[in-house]
Nanobody
Framework: QVQLVESGGGLVQPGGSLRLSCAAS????????MGWYRQAPGKQRELVAR???????KYADSVKGRFTISRDNAKNTVYLQMNSLKPEDTAVYYC????????????WGQGTQVTVSS
């Protein structure tokens, strides 16, 4: 059983930065691929960034070059550094832990709100 708790969201101006954190507890998530997803009002939930257990990363085209996902396995935590934020980045951001074996449980955090507005 894994619990994920996101933090670091808030209100920022366009062009600003935020760093989101996802703290895992209950079990180590070192073997999991970890992802950040977001859901804006009226939109589907989308994958923003993903990092594998081997620290390989991928990003949505819309955030490439602006966002960076990283993980610290010693702290059982994953991060999303968000720079050059745009109003269209406004969404609830969710952390996900994806077990490497298909059919095994994956886990979601409760989400943290990011609002980019003047």
């Amino acid at each position: 059983q894994v619990q994920l708790v996101e933090s670091g969201g808030g209100l920022v101006q366009p062009g600003g930065s935020l760093r989101l954190s996802c703290a895992a507890s209950g079990s180590s998530v070192s073997i999991y691929a970890m992802g950040w997803y977001r859901q804006a009002p009226g939109k589907q939930r989308e994958l923003v960034a993903r990092i594998t257990s081997g620290h390989s990363t991928k990003y949505a085209d819309s955030v490439k070059g602006r966002f960076t996902i990283s993980r610290d396995n010693a702290k059982n935590t994953v991060y999303l550094q968000m720079n050059s934020l745009k109003p269209e980045d406004t969404a609830v951001y969710y952390c996900n832990a994806d077990h490497p074996i298909r059919g095994f449980s994956d886990y979601w955090g409760q989400g943290t709100q990011v609002t980019v507005s003047s």
